[in-house]
Every structure is written in C-alpha cells, then in structure tokens.
C-alpha cells in the first residue's frame, strides 16, 4: 500500500527569471524563489545598527546615456547619538557624495542621493558600506534590465487517485516581469494541463487546472516544462506529483455465501414493494467510483428488483447506502437475482446476491356450506358467513353471483378487499320462487388464489307442495354418489334397483354398485370453476372425464350472451341439454324490473334430450349498461312429491347460469370513457407443457358502470373467464386466465381486452407462454479437478451449478456404486430456483495411489412435475493422489529458561514439502533430564507442554504453526519428543508415530546474584570479606539458587497480608545482615550492594519491611497493645534507622543494579529489623538486618559470632600452620585486649603438656574502625575436634566469651582427599569492583588476591592497576603496609587525570607455615584538597601567631586576668580541636603519623617542622576575641535530650571559635591477600606438581615451630630494619648517586677487567676461611620485633667479576698458590671447576632469580608505558668483535631508569638494581617466581 503524501501544491514557488550578470553579455537563465527567497523589493525598510534604512536601491526603467538619482534615506531610530562614516561604490556607474561623516541625533534623517549612469544595456550592481563604533552594513544597488519571468509554483501536488480515475487541481502562475510573455505547456501524460498555451500580460495571473489520470498504480513524479518569452527562448518547470493506487471497494450485506454477500427479503407479500439496502465500503484513501449491474438472466424472465443506484463514487474510508426494491408479481415463488459490483481499475468484481420470496393471501371462509332450511314461498331467510384473510397480505375477493335480482341467493357485498390479518362477515338471503329444494355452488373468486366454494341450499313449500327438505347430509351422499356414477339415475330408478337388489347401501347410508366404478379424480377449483363458468362444455374441449361429470347432467349453450345491438329490443335463444337418465324439471328464477327474461320460465326436459329458451333484453332506459347472471334450476321431477323419494335416493337439483351483457346506447352515440386500473398487463405463464392459471384484477376507478368483453377466437390458446361481465363503479372483476405452454408458441400471445363495446376504448393484455427445457450450466465445461491428496485424506472443493431457466429445478447427483468412496458432494440433492447459482462442496477421499477418472452425473427435472421424464448432466472428476510426510523446521528447538508456576508460548514450524494436503495428529512425551529425580516422579509430572491444537492439517508446500505453551512445574530441564501421525478424512490413524522434533526447555526459578559489595561511611574500615561475611552474602547467593519452597510461593508477588505489626514467615531461610558497628552519632553505615540478573528471565525484587506487609487498618481497628518486638521494630521504622534504595525493581537478564543499605547511629543499643526479600514467583529470604550503636567514650570489640572454627590440621606434623582471628573495634576510641590463656594451659595439661592450641599475641592494642589479627597455632594431637572456650578482655570495656574449635585429621586415613589445599572459604567474593562509590575517582584492576598454596620461603608477585577515572582531579595514593611480609612498589605516587599506574605486589612468605588472610589499605587523597588544607592550615599558623602576639588591656582585664581562657582549661587545652592533642590534630582519624602520605617533594620532617612551630597558646580568632571552645567532655548524651541555655550559648560561642583546619580524610581502597604457606616437605608431597613453579630462597633457613616449645617470640636483633621513611630516602638516594658513579667512571671499568688478569696473590694461602651456606647472611634471617616472623631479606649481592667468574668470600674450597709457570689448560679446568662450585651456591640461586625477576618487571613496565613493543617483529642485530664486547660490558646499564636522575628522584626508596617502569597488560595478573 502506497503511503499519501498531504501536501500543498502552492506551499512553494519559484521565480523563473532570464537575467544578465554585471559583465555578462549573453542572457542566461537564473532560479529565484518567491515569498522568502525573493529579494525584498525597495519599499521595504530594515534596521542595521539602530539605523532605518533601505536594503537595496533598484533601478528598473532607465535608458542609456540618462541619470537617474534616488534619495537613500538614513534614520536614527536609536536614542543615542550616531556617526556614520560610509564608502562611496566602487563602480563609476554609480555615484554619491563625497565621504563626509553623517551626524544623527536621536529620530532625526538623512538624505543620501544616488546617481546612476550607465553605459551598456546590462544588469549593475554595487554596495554602499557604513561604518560606526558598533559595526558596519551595507546597502545593495542594483540596476536590472526588462526580462521575461514567470513566478511559478515549484511543485504541485495532486490528490491521490485510483487507477482509471482522475483528480485534478489547479495552480497558478504569474508574470513576474515588466513584459507581454507567451508561455506553452508541455507534460507527459498521465498529466494534462489546461489551458496549454497563451499570453500574460505584465503581472498578469493564468489559472492552470492538472488532470491526472493515472493507468497503473504508481508514484509519478513528472516536471511539466513551461516554454516562455518572445518565441519559448525560457523556460521553467514545475514537478508534478501524484500517487496512484488500485481501487477496492467492498459490499456490505447481512448473509454471506461462497463467493458474494447475500441480501435477503424474505417474505413478501405479492402486489406490495419492499426496500432493502446494502453498503458500499471504500476502505481505501482514495475516492473510486463504481457501476452496478445485473448478471444475465434467463430470457422472458420478470424483472422484480430494482437498483436505485446505478452508478457513483465512494470518498475515502466513507461508505454508501444502496436501496434496492423487490416487487414480487407470482405468489409462491423464489426470485433470485445478482448484482456485480464493477470499478475501473481494479483488479477483482465483488457480486451481490438478492432474493425473495413472494406470498399471496390466504383466505378461507368460516363455513363450506349454508342451510336455509325451509322457507315457505314469498318468504326469505337470512344467514351469514365469515370470510377469513388469515396472511400479511391483503386479499381481494369476489363472489360468481348475480345482484340484480335473478338469483334466489343474494350476497352482501359481493366484492371486495381483506386487510392482512382480518375477517369480514358476509349476508346471505334465501328469496324462493318455487316450490322446490334450491342448491347452489357459488365460487368465490381470490387473486393470486384458486377460488373458494360455497354450498348454499334451502327447500321452499308452498301450501299445494310440500317437496322434500334439503340437508347438509343430502350433500354428502350426492357426492359419494357423484363419485359412484349414480347421480345420472332419478330417485325413482334408484329406489326400484335398491328394491332389486342391485345397488347396495353401505354403511355411512351411502349407496354403491354393486361393481364399484372406477374412482373419478377430484377436479381442482381452477377447472370446477371454469367447467361452472363454460356450461359442461369445456369437458368435451378438455378431454371429458365420463358421465360422472358434473357437465353431463345439464348443459347450456351458450353460456354467454351479449346485447350490442343499441336501444332496440332484441332477443337470443339459449339451449339446455339434459344428460341425465330422468326427466327434469327446468325453472328460472324471476326477477323483477329486469331488463333480461326467459321464455318459457318453467319447462320439463326428458330423459337426453334438449330445449331452447328465449333470452329477451329490453332496455327500460338509454344510454345504460346491463349486465345479468340468469339462473336456472334443474331437478329430477319426480322430487317434486316427497312421497315418492326416499331419504337415501334424494338428489339436490342443479344450477346453471347464462351471463347476459347488453347495452341501450344509440347509434352514434358515444360511449362512457372507462376509468380502470388493471393489475399486471404482463401475464406470464410457468415454461411447462401443463395447464396453468393466473389471475388478473380489473378494477372500475370511475363513477359509471364498466362493461369488458375479451374475444376468445383472438387467441384460441389463452381461455379467460369470464370473458365478459358488468363492473360497477368502485368494484372489480377478477379474471382467471387458463393456458397450456407449447415449445412452439410465440414469446408474445397479444389478447384484446374491450372495454364499454367500444373499439375505441381497449387494453392489451401480454401472455407469455412458452415451455422451456430445463437447463443447467456446470462450471469448467463439466470438469472438476482435485488438487493432489493424501492417500486417506480427504480435499474438498467448491463447484458452481447455476440454473439457466425459468424453472424452479429439483436436482440429484448419481454417483456410481463404487465411486461413492472416493468422492461425494454436499448437498446431493435440493432445489435451484431460477437464475439462481449453487454452491456445491466434492470431497476427495483417495484410498490408492493413483490418478482417479470419474464420472458422475447430475439429474434434474421441474419441480413441479416430479413425474416427468428426467435430464442429465455429466461431470468429468479427475483427481490425483499421493502419500504425504510432514517435518518439523527445526529438528531441536531450545525454548531456554521459562519461569516456574509461568507460561511460555511459541510456535514450533512444520513444513509439508509434498505435492498434497496432510492431516496429522501430535503427541507428546515428556522425559525430564535432571539425573537426581526419582523415575516415579517424572511419571507423575503432568506435561508440561501443551499444544493448542494437536490435530491439524497441513497444505501442499506450506508452512504451519503449531501454537504451544510450556508450563514447567519444578526447576529442572524438560525435553519433549513431539511425534505424529497421519489421520484420515475420517479422524482414524492411518500409520504409527513418527518423530517430529524435540523442544528442550528448562524450568527455572528468578535468580538473582550479589556480585560485587562496597561500603562507606562509618564502615569504610572494613574489607571487602569481612562485608561480604557480616552480609553473609556466600549464604545469600546460595538461597537464591535454590529453589522456593511452596510456603514461599504463597503470594507470588508483594502482598500486603497480615493484620499484624510482625507480618508471618512463609520461609525458612533466614540470614543475617549485620551492619557491625559504630559510635553515636558518627557517619550511617552504608553498603552498597551489586544485584545482577544471571539468569535468563527478568527478575522483578523487593524488600518488604513489616509495614509494607501488614495490611492497613482504620484507627478504630487498631488494638493499642504492642509487644516489645513491635515496639522495638515501630522505633526502627518510625526513625528510618534502616534504609534501602532503592527498595523495589526489575532487571532483564544480564542487568545490575546497585541497591544501598544504610543504619543510622542515633540511638545507642542493639538496633534489629526483619526484613523480607522477595522475589517475584520466587524465593522469599527474612534478612535480620542488625546494627550496633556504641557511646563514644566506650570501649568496644565487635563479634559476629560466638564461635570459631580453624582450619583443619594434620596430625603428626612438625610444623603446623599459623592461623588469625580478627578483632574489630566498633567504637571511637583505642581500646586494648588481652586473651585469657589459662583455659589454652588448661588444655595443654589435657593433652600431656602438648600445646594444642596457643595464642602468639595474647594482648595488643586495635584502633578505633580497624581490624586487629590474634594469630593462632593448632597442633592437634589426636585425630578430634577440640573445643575450648576464652574469654577475651577489653580494657574498661566488656568481656566476651568466644569458643574456638579446631579439628586434626590423620593423612594415613584421608589420603587425597586430606583437606591441605587453601580452601578459601571466602572464594565468592569477588575479586574486581563493578559499581563505584560516590565520588571516588580511583580503582583497583583486582581487589582480592589469592596466591593458592605455596612453599615457605617463597616469593609470589603479582601486577596490579590503579586508574584514575577523574576527569579533572589529581590525586594521591600511598599504600598502608602493616604487615612486611607484603611489598607493593610503588608504595606511593600520584596520578593525573585518566592516568594508570603500575603496581607490584610480593609476597615474601616466612619460614614457618602460615595463613594469609591480609587487607592491605590504600588511602586515596585529592591533591587538590590536600593543597586547599594546607593553604588553611598557613592562613590559621598566621593568624595564631598575630593574636598570640598582640593583646589589648582594658579595665576589664583588671579585676580578672584570665577572661581570655574558659574555666578549668588551660592555654594549650585551647589551641586544638575537641578530643584532640597537638601530637593528634595533624593526623586523620585512625592513623598514625607514619601512615599519613606527604605531598610529593615533602618530607616528614618537613611536615612535622611546622608541627612543631605550635606552642600552647590561646585560640585563633579572626579579627577579634572569641569566646573560647567547650570542654572535650560535653558529648552528646542523647538525641532526645534538649540541651540548657548554658550549653547552647557555650555551642553558639565555639561555632566562633578558628579551629585548626584539619587534613582531608582519605578515601580508602581495600586490596585483600590470601595465601597458604606449606613446609618443604609437605609441599613436595602434596603438591609436586607446583614444586618447580615456585623458587624456594634456601639462603633462609626455615622455622620449625617446636610444639613443646613455649617460646613464642623470635630473639631480637640488634639493628631494627630500615623503616619507611626521610632516613631510607636519604640511604637510598645515596647509595643510587654512588653506583650510578661507578657504573659510568670508565676508570672503574678499566680496572675491573685489568683485574681478571692479575695473578692470585701469594698471602691467600696463609688463610683459609671456611663457609657454610646454611648460615644465614647478617640479617638473612632476623624476625622483626614482636611476635611475627619478617621475611628474609634478599641475599647480598657477590662480586660480579667482567671475566666471567664469581667469587665468594665463603668458597668451600682452599685456593691454593700456583706457580707463575703453570700451564693454561690446568688453570682453565680449575678456573671451571670453581665456576661450577659458585653456580650450586644457593646465594647464586637467588641472585639469578632477583636478576630474572627484576628483568621481567623492567620489561612489563617499559611495555606499560610505551617504550617497548612486547607484540613487534624480533629485529636481528649483528654483533660487535669479542673486543668491542668486552670494552663496552662494563657500561651496560641495569636498567634506564638509571640514567635519568629525575625518575630516580620520583622513585626514590626503591632498592638499586629494581628501577622500574609501570608494566603492560601483557602479563598482568600473572604469578612470577
């Protein structure tokens, strides 16, 4: 569908113009744009610099050689004087004044005139330039010559059109230019302008109309050119743009059929018109129009449904109503018609089918017959009867008996119209003449109905003759007997065979013969009326049915009779026949002042013979209408005397009638003018050979008498009854026409009707009857053909049968016997109206591969001659069939992780790559693949896979989906095998199962993972582990990969449930959150943790505090009676002392969010609070979160738990490891602890003196936030757990009870799976940081180091990053090494913004097995804040010594000397801050002066000099004296108390009060180290494998801790190690400046090679030293002070001699004298064999190892920084002569960091030799031995 495009076609114009530049000659064509674009035209005035002047002066009407001046005018619109300096035009074409300045006040002008001569015929142009103080402008002059432009749109958008439809708009265009311009259009089709061509006058507009009219369905985009000018030199052009699309309209009706809508009307009455309407709909965006026209009908076919639209438009999305009129002419028929929707352009027709049915009346009278009984002669009898229309449609009816007084019976009114659903009662008087029984059939005549008939009798007696009474039985049994032949007999001839015998009686009294005749068919009403109507002789013309008929009783002839003849009185004769074996009596019935009479009136007539009567007609008036049914009774004579007839013999008499029309008009005179309306002129006829009537309604509109007369010898085929009669005026006449259709009869019978015997007044009626043959047409010229099926499926397809006749035709398919299972149709067998086409369904059920030929036939006849003989249709079937397979598109299909308690849909594709439809079946078997479930519990499962439809049927080379859900009820992983089967067209299984595919899925819980912890605050102290085990967050990462309990899927979602204020669990898995602890009022704990979505499904999380959980009641509800719990838990959340954020969310797989936990220090005590974390649909943890809050002043350890568990040991060791046990101080101040070591000795005593578990350090001192280590040893003795509990004693503070177990376990036993390796119980934690702290700018790469399991002795380094992520801030880092076992190099730097930097950590482990668990902190610090401090600090130093200076006495200072100090505080107490001494105030809180960094370039002592410049003195205050500070010893007590006016003024006065500035507090980075050291041996036995990676320094002689041993401490040395700090600086600086020296003296290179040469000297062999390796080198071994072992410093560096040997002063062997003449080979194989000795010398060992080592750490660092390429091609360097080698060996450099004295200065305090560069991420985070 092609998208519209709205636009306006004049929203842009273009200015088409031929112009000549200033030196151009030659006209040219130039695009300009009207509106904007367009240049502004003189009048109008612009503002430049608060000057109003013109934009452009323009010239247009000049001459050569003239002058032509115009006045630029200058205002000053500004209220500030102006001056205007201007430069005259360039050109000499233009002129103006001289360059003067112009001078504007405020409001007032200046006139500046411009004169311009030219000189060519030629465009000119040039500027004015003006100059002021603010800027300058220029004013354009510009001279144009006359030129043809034309100002046109510059596209012209068309609205969309359907294909073969128009649109058109219009634009228009105008002639821009001083000149006549011709113009002539020229556009490409599907575009047509109008006009094309003509003249515009100067400025002239033309009104141009587009026509589109597009022919295929496309975006057309067409430039129109436009040839303007004198002869079309220009021109210009204008896109046209239009957008085509194919129409569609649809038909909007209630039914629906295959192929086209329906719209039905039902019933409807015959006569009457009915209006429907149907809708047509444009769902497009384009107006179409559309033809409606009616299918081709069956020829002489009605035309009963007009269309009251024809043809039209629809606008878009809109739709039409088209009324559509049904006026049904035939009662009982069904009229269908079609009605085809056509639009130009599109691509399919849209049919309507309509039909109706037409109804006629239906009438019945309440009585068949009316008994008068007896009525004596001139007497008369009333009746009445009830004429019943009991349809919707009105009846029209008229009774066949005569008014004027010629008949006996008289009916009123005679005539006339039912309503719908009415009765109307009729009077009926009985006036006899005779004596004698009367019986009358009188017909009622119905339009559109067979008549109706009325039995009326009645016996007259007079007082000569009395004849026998007449009864309804009479009738009876005269109809039996006229069935039996017996009427033809007199009564007498019956009772004398009843006498004889010969007839019998039976027993409804009926007689019979005694051979019972044939049985005479009943007549239909239509021929009982016309043999009525035709006086008996219609039988002979039909075919007499015997002597039985009523027509032979008594015939007249004729049984019309018509008076043409004027005024004159004429006379007819009338003849009646007697048919009956009797003798009869003939009456006529009198009437009085009647034009008519009979002569005689009364005669008897024998037995088959005849008698004439004379009809008389004399007129009693002219100028009249007569019209007259005379009435003549005929009776068997004998039944004038009762007596002489029998009840059983008795014989009712018959009627006939004569109708007489006459007239009294005088010749010459004229006629009435008839005034008639006659129903339907157009009578048609069924097309069947049987006789047929139809009914017509005559109808006298006028006031006078109307006399109709038809000639029956006009069209012998057609008989019409009654072909004459007399209608009064506002009555009708029904006329009844009869015919029988031949094939050969005209389409067209013309009948005359005559009206008032005039030839002057007719009316033709139009009979069709002509017989048709039954047709029908078959779709596809009688073949049908099956798409390709399955073998045992079944295909089905439409097939059209239409019926060309007017017939309404009955069908039947035959199909042969053994065809009949392979094909059958739906319906087999109905009825086709005419012009109606059916819709049949042929299914196709092959039962063998093949191709089938088969041939059934269609039978059809009329319906209404179900009797006659039959035509036939064949239709040739061919149909193919094949076996079919379907296959899955995917042979696996991977649904992933679905939710438990969740549903997943999907769809899975099959794929029918055969030439037939399949129909098939699935199933699906479950298998779950989770080996830890029992098999009853996967048959138990239900399936979780559920198909929306597991039957279906797939069509030849398609696709089908199968909609699925999976709904898996346990977190495992589901496989499902999805199997099929083929099925038959009758649902039966034809094959077995076959496989499909397998849909794999797993059923998973949400998961969420902490993966990274943070904290700040009043936490900042603590390690990334100990967080993650206050969290217990390795416990909460293991809950939340288990699966939820069913208690916990309870509420799925967060839910307010509980009534309580402690909401109820529906979990067991409870974890403590445990915020340690911190003093009143410090900073909240925050910690910050990283939840991550690992799973595959989106988590939606939430914590739940027990108010987000109860349920919220009204104040009337509530009890007011809480435990303690729920007060504890209403303190909590009333004072928001725990917080989250945020508290709720959702991640998507793979998504993190950073979620805080905070606890406030408000109150002192132990804070608890449950809170619930659920997942929704899934688990449920209770998280107890708790935190301490300690007084300031208390002395306080945290414990997490009551109870410590070692790491196992082995039994039967000799060197147990060491392991630690950490102590934090929760409080503000130091504290000091000591461990209770008599239950330790208690221990040892039960143990034989063994010393099972010892504290190395049973006392010591923890700052306040950090962590203190109690190193432990368990030796077990015996293959056990031991448990002992100790008390630990805080100094002024409380004593906590702690049981510490440790466990022994024998190798013998365990063998491999002894628990040696470093488990590390922390290995969750992770190592990297992945949420940053707010604003903190620098990172670690690792934050936890494990360095596994190594040997004692060893050294273990790893590379390590910090960044700075800053954009703008400088920072400085220093790391805080505590324990010396670990060096980082640098210990120190800075680091620019966005610069990294290189760290290197070594871990020396000591001789003794150990645990490592360390947090090595870096404190982090903005250089900026730092420089800002100390500007502060200077700022505060000065003003302190001013005031200490200067003083002011006053009277005041008189009577008290000491107002400058508080009471009970001294000077010195003054100078600091609170809580503070002057050794305290320059350091931050918790370090010590030698964990402070210094600036770079300043040392400690430089710091410490203006430390020390601080004498006691009094407080600094700026400008004047304030008011001293208040007592260290006014803390806060509480939050609640309120404090006194004393106290507040003392607050206000110490907020005067300069304190000392003190240091930024550093941000701290934690950098965690574990390890696990093993003895030699027990390294080499349980881990060989990792011997050779790891370099064991032997020139360190282990420590074996003795377990009998109660020596805990190392012997002391005598020289401490050098520390940290001005005096290494100095050393190291010192010594570097000396080797640096050495190593580029040449003078000391010369000499060292000259000294390879020199002899041995003759003294050495006077001395002889001995050497041991073992013994460790001065200060090899030595432990540091206190109770840890210090690592081995690194060995001393032996003589390197240029030579190639290595000497030591402890060689083993004696180097003797030799003489000065041995030879050469000897002296070389000693000179090897002394090489060989030094090489096995562990010292050389671990020199060559610190050589390789440093080696490897210079080369990371100069790749880290650029200076070398590790990834770049090896270049090949051609070595120097051995000479040139030797002379330049002794300048070769250790490293280059060496020869810059400025990086040596930045990395002072490194060792000489280890001169580093930062390393590359090359072998970052590698381990190097």
Known sequence: MLAEVPGNPLSSGLLWTATRGKDEKRPGLTLQRSGDAQRKRPSQRCCFLGVETWEELKWEDWELGGEFTKTLLLKNIHSKLQKLRFRPPASKFFTTLFPQIITLSPGTSFSLPVTFRPLDRCEYQDTIEFHSKDGLFQVSLRATIPHHALDVPESVLLPPCAVLHQSQTVFMFRNASKLQTGFRWEVPSPFQLCPESGMLEPGQECRVAVLFRPREALVYQVQASCGFGDEGENSCTVLLQGLSKYPFLQISAPGQEEGCKVLEFGNVPVGSNMERHFEILNPSSITTSFSLSRMQRPPLSESVFQCGIQKGEVAPRTSIRVPVIFSPGTVDSTTVDYLSLTCPGALSKTLLKVTGICIGPQVSLSSSMLDFGCVDEGEEALRTVDIINSSSVEAQYQFDLDATGHSVFTLEPACGTLPPNSHRRLRLLF???????????????????????????????????????????????????????????????????????????????????????????????????????????????????????????????????????????????????????????????????????????????????????????????????????????????????????????????????????????????????????????????????????????????????????????????????????????????????????????????????????????????????????????????????????????????????????????????????????????????????????????????????????????????????????????????????????????????????????????????????????????????????????????????????????????????????????????????????????????????????????????????????????????????????????????????????????????????????????????????????????????????????????????????????????????????????????????????????????????????????????????????????????????????????????????????????????????????????????????????????????????????????????????????????????????????????????????VLEGDTMLLTFEGCGFDNSVLGESAPLQLHDGYMSVPSTQRMALPNQVLFLSEERLCLGDIPVCSRSTRVLFLTNVSHSDRVLYNWNLTDQSVQIYPEHGALSPGESSLCILTLQASGSPSFYQLDIICEVTLEEALSQYRQDLQQWELERDRQRNEFSLTDNDLQQSQTSYPQGHTQSQTSYPQGHTQSQISYPQGHTQSQISYPQGHTQSQTQESNTKETPGPVVRKYKTLPPICSSSAVVGGMCSRPSRAERRAQREASQVWRRPEPPCPTLLHLGVTARSHSLLEFQTFFPSLLSTHHINRSARPNVTRCGSRQSRPPSVDMPPLSHGPEREIITHTLTSIFRSLLDDPHFHHSLVNGVAEPVPYFTQLRQTAYTPTTPLPGAATPYPGTREAPPPCPPTPQLLMGGSLYSAGVTEVTKQQPQTQKPTVKRERQLNVQETIRRLPEFCDVTEEVLLNTLQNLMMEAFLGELVLTARPRIIALPPVSARRNSCGSRRLSRGGADPDRSRETSGVPLGLSFSPSSSLLANLAWT
């Open 431 to 1289: 006036r006899p003449h005779h004596p004698m029984g009367h019986h009358r059939r009188v017909v009622c005549l119905l339009l559109h109905r067979e008549p109706l008939f009325l039995d009326l009798i009645g016996t007259c007696h007079s007082e000569q003759l009395k004849p026998a009474i007449l009864h309804p039985r009479h009738l009876v049994l005269y109809r039996q007997h006229l069935a039996r032949g017996l009427t033809c007999y007199p009564p007498d001839v019956l009772g004398a065979m009843l006498a004889e015998d010969k007839i019998q009686v039976d027993l409804g009294g009926a007689l019979m013969l005694q051979e019972d005749p044939a049985a005479v068919p009943e007549k239909s009403p239509m021929e009982e009326y016309y043999q009525g109507c035709a006086g008996g002789k219609a039988e002979a013309e039909l075919g007499g049915r015997g002597e039985g008929s009523n027509s032979s009783h008594i015939t007249v002839d004729p049984p019309e009779l018509l008076f043409h003849n004027g005024s004159v009185s004429t006379s007819q004769s009338v003849t009646l026949s007697n048919h009956t074996k009797g003798k009869l009596s003939l009456i006529w019935t009198p009437a009085p002042n009647s034009s008519f009479s009979v002569t005689p009136s009364s005669c008897d007539l024998g037995p088959l013979k005849s008698t004439a009567f004379r009809v008389s007609y004399t007129p009693k008036q002219h100028n009249t209408f007569h019209g007259a049914q005379l009435e003549c009774f005929a009776l068997y004579k004998v039944l004038r005397d009762h007596r002489q007839v029998e009840d059983r013999t008795l014989c009712p008499p018959w009627c006939v009638t004569v109708r007489v029309i006459g007239h009294s008009f005088q010749p010459g005179r004229e006629h009435f003018i008839p005034r008639f309306s006659l129903q339907r002129p157009r009578v048609v006829f069924p097309a069947l050979s049987l006789v047929s009537y139809r009914t017509v309604l005559l109808e006298n509109m006028g006031d006078l008498p109307l006399v109709f007369r038809l000639d029956p010898e006009e069209c012998p085929s057609v008989s019409v009854q009654p072909t004459s009669g007399l209608v009064q005026p506002g009555h009708h006449q029904i006329l009844t026409l009869r015919t029988t259709p031949a094939e050969d009869c005209p389409a067209k019978l013309p009948l005359t009707l005559h009206f008032n015997a005039s030839p002057k007044h007719t009316q033709e009626l139009s009979v069709v009857s002509v017989v048709e043959k039954p047709c029908l047409s078959l779709e596809g010229e009688g073949s049908l053909f099956f798409k390709p099926t399955a073998v045992g499926s079944r295909s089905q397809s439409p097939y059209r049968v239409r019926n060309l006749t007017r017939l309404p035709l009955r069908f039947r398919w035959r199909i042969p016997g053994p065809d009949q299972r392979v094909i059958s149709v739906a319906p087999d067998t109905g009825v086709l109206q005419p012009n109606e086409t059916m819709v049949q369904t042929w299914s196709f059920t092959p039962f063998e591969e093949m191709v089938y030929n088969l041939k059934p036939n269609l039978t059809f006849w009329p319906i209404q001659t179900p009797g006659c003989r039959k035509s036939r249709l064949p239709l040739n079937v061919v149909g193919m069939a094949s076996k079919g397979s379907i296959q899955a598109e995917h042979g696996v299909l991977n649904l992933g992780e679905v939710l438990v308690g969740d549903c997943r849909s999907f769809e899975v594709p099959l794929i029918n790559n055969g030439s037939c439809s399949v129909s098939f079946c699935l199933a699906v078997q479950q298998s779950l693949l989770d080996p830890g479930l029992p098999e009853n519990s996967q048959k138990k499962d239900p399936v979780a896979l559920e198909l929306d439809s597991e039957r279906g049927t797939i069509p030849a080379r398609s696709r089908l989906l199968i909609r699925s859900t999976v709904r898996p009820a346990r977190r495992t992983r589901y496989c499902w095998d999805l199997t099929y089967q083929t099925l038959s067209s009758a649902g039966s299984v034809l094959d077995a199962p076959q496989a499909l595919c397998q849909v794999q899925g797993e059923g998973v819980f949400p998961t969420l993972e902490v993966t990274d912890v943070r904290c700040s605050g009043s936490v900042e102290g603590l390690s990334k582990l100990q967080i993650w085990s206050l969290f217990s967050l390795g416990h909460l990462n293991a809950h939340l990969q288990r699966d939820p309990a069913p208690p916990e899927l309870t509420y799925r979602v967060p839910t307010r449930h509980s009534l309580r204020r402690c909401p109820s669990i529906f979990t067991a898995a409870m974890l403590d959150f445990n915020f340690s602890a911190a003093p009143l009022g410090s900073d909240p704990s925050n910690v910050l943790l990283m939840f991550e979505n690992t799973g595959s499904i989106p988590v939606e999380w939430s914590f739940l505090f027990p108010e987000d959980q109860q349920i919220e009641l009204e104040y009337w509800a509530e009890t007011g009676e809480f435990s303690a719990t729920e007060l504890h838990h209403m303190k909590a959340q009333d004072n928001r002392l725990f917080n989250i954020a945020p508290r709720s969310g959702k991640l998507h797989p793979g998504q993190q969010k950073a979620v805080t936990f905070s606890y406030r220090h408000n109150f002192v005590g132990t804070d608890r609070l449950p809170v619930l974390f659920k997942l929704s649909h899934g688990r449920e943890i209770l998280l107890n979160f708790m935190g301490v809050t300690v007084e300031r002043d208390r002395h306080y350890l945290h414990f997490t738990s009551a109870k410590h568990v070692f790491a196992p040991v082995p039994i039967g060791g000799f060197s147990p490891p060491k392991q630690v046990y950490e102590l934090y101080n929760g409080g503000a101040v130091p504290l000091r602890y000591r461990v209770d070591t008599e239950p330790l000795e208690q221990l040892t005593a039960d143990n034989f003196g063994h010393p099972v578990l010892q504290c190395l350090n049973p006392q010591g001192e923890v700052k306040p936030g950090r962590t203190a280590l109690l190193e432990w040893v368990l030796s077990p003795l015996e293959a056990k757990t031991y448990s002992v509990d100790i008390s630990i004693h």
